[in-house]
Nanobody
């Protein structure tokens, strides 16, 4: 059983940056591919980025490509999402999720993910 905990959300002005973290206190996150999803009010959950367990594969949705960077530190058992040049339309609850595969196959479909965190709210507003 994987227990995912997101952190790093908050209020930021347009053009600003935030770094989200996804940690697994149990220490087994390194064996999973990890995806970041977000859900804005009234919208469907959107898969925005994924990183394979061995770091060899990353995926970015067009909506965040060039602005967001996913990375992982398997020693610290944490996956990060660096978000730069934030826009008001990035406002959403951000979730990390894990899948028991070594790659990001099936992503960005949220139905393929095995474990989910509870989310962290990101608000981009002036």
């Amino acid at each position: 059983q994987l227990h995912l905990v997101e952190s790093g959300g908050g209020l930021v002005q347009p053009g600003g940056s935030l770094r989200l973290s996804c940690a697994d206190p149990g220490g087994t996150l390194k064996y999973y591919s990890i995806g970041w999803f977000r859900q804005a009010p009234g919208k469907e959950r959107e898969g925005i980025s994924c990183i394979s367990s061995n770091k060899n594969m990353t995926y970015y949705a067009d909506s965040v490509k060039g602005r967001f960077t996913i990375s992982r530190d398997n020693a610290k058992i944490t996956v990060y999402l660096q978000m730069n040049s934030l826009k008001t339309e990035d406002t959403a609850v951000y979730y990390c999720a894990a899948r028991g595969t070594i790659d990001c196959s099936g992503f960005p479909a949220y139905g393929v993910m095995d474990y989910w965190g509870k989310g962290t709210l990101v608000t981009v507003s002036s």
